[in-house]
């Protein structure tokens, strides 16, 4: 959803199709801001899966992340030096295959499934496929503890990124609470007036507090929701390679 749809669907839930609701667009962008802000913080499934390609460099270990991205999992490398020509990639190969052997037709049990899990990953370590790292997420930086071998080459970041702005206008649950944010603030700029005057020279009370109180008791019961497990996010978003 793009920004202008957005604001126009809170303008209009706010009564705007009926009467003049004086929100501009600074006031609605503040409300969005804050209701994403809160989801960011509250929610449970508020990012992204993705899989980045970072080009690293021999002898560089910093690394400058785009500012998408919140969580580095895990960094994998590609494996170019195993061979079985290679006395050690055989050795590794051996030493990870060659005990499964043992078990015959029908005896594979948990134990030994657990036990060839420890064996992956002792080869992992042994051909250096896993990259040890340091995420820096205030500065959003990540660094290695070991140069890179190669120049000009990539490696993959198991992350989780933010969604665009776009896509958190998508969410039903942030569109409620910049609907909350909105009307409080009508509410709050209402309430320094008790009455205005009207075209016909009467004047029309207005009651801020009340649109205050039901603003601050629709974002009690959002809280609730997403705390609940309710968060009114889209059903699919797909693991992207960045």
Same mark, same amino acid.
């Given at each position: 959803?793009?920004?202008?749809?957005?604001?126009?669907?809170?303008?209009?839930?706010?009564?705007?199709?009926?009467?003049?609701?004086?929100?501009?667009?600074?006031?609605?962008?503040?409300?969005?801001?804050?209701?994403?802000?809160?989801?960011?913080?509250?929610?449970?499934?508020?990012?992204?899966?993705?899989?980045?390609?970072?080009?690293?460099?021999?002898?560089?270990?910093?690394?400058?992340?785009?500012?998408?991205?919140?969580?580095?999992?895990?960094?994998?490398?590609?494996?170019?030096?195993?061979?079985?020509?290679?006395?050690?990639?055989? %050795?590794?190969?051996?030493?990870?295959?060659?005990?499964?052997? !043992?078990?015959?037709?029908?005896?594979?049990?948990?134990?030994?499934?657990?036990?060839?899990?420890?064996?992956?990953?002792?080869?992992?370590?042994?051909? %250096?496929?896993? %990259?040890?790292?340091?995420?820096?997420?205030?500065? !959003?930086?990540?660094?290695?503890?070991?140069?890179?071998?190669?120049?000009?080459?990539?490696?993959?970041?198991?992350?989780?990124? !933010?969604?665009?702005?776009?896509?958190?206008?998508?969410?039903?649950?942030?569109?409620?609470?910049?609907?909350?944010? %909105?009307?409080?603030?009508?509410?709050?700029?209402?309430?320094?007036?008790?009455?205005?005057?009207?075209?016909?020279?009467?004047?029309?009370?207005?009651?801020?507090?009340?649109?205050?109180?039901?603003?601050?008791?629709?974002?009690?019961?959002?809280?609730?929701?997403?705390?609940?497990?309710?968060?009114?996010?889209?059903?699919?978003?797909?693991?992207?390679?960045?």
């Amino acid at each position: 959803m793009t920004k202008d749809e957005f604001n126009e669907e809170i303008i209009i839930a706010l009564g705007g199709n009926l009467i003049d609701v004086e929100l501009e667009d600074k006031e609605l962008d503040l409300a969005f801001k804050r209701a994403k802000r809160t989801f960011q913080q509250k929610g449970s499934n508020n990012m992204r899966r993705q899989f980045f390609r970072l080009r690293v460099n021999k002898c560089q270990q910093e690394y400058q992340l785009p500012s998408n991205i919140d969580t580095v999992v895990k960094v994998i490398k590609p494996i170019t030096g195993f061979s079985v020509e290679n006395p050690l990639s055989l %050795a590794v190969y051996n030493e990870l295959f060659y005990d499964l052997g !043992n078990y015959g037709a029908g005896g594979f049990d948990f134990v030994s499934y657990e036990f060839t899990l420890q064996k992956i990953e002792n080869f992992h370590r042994y051909m %250096a496929y896993d %990259a040890q790292f340091q995420h820096d997420k205030h500065r !959003n930086t990540i660094r290695f503890l070991k140069n890179p071998e190669r120049d000009n080459v990539f490696w993959l970041l198991d992350c989780y990124s !933010n969604l665009t702005d776009d896509e958190y206008r998508d969410v039903l649950w942030i569109q409620s609470w910049a609907e909350a944010e %909105a009307q409080e603030m009508l509410g709050r700029a209402y309430g320094k007036f008790s009455s205005v005057p009207d075209p016909s020279g009467g004047s029309v009370s207005l009651n801020g507090d009340q649109l205050v109180q039901d603003a601050q008791r629709k974002k009690e019961q959002l809280i609730e929701d997403i705390l609940n497990g309710w968060e009114g996010d889209p059903e699919y978003y797909e693991i992207r390679m960045g």
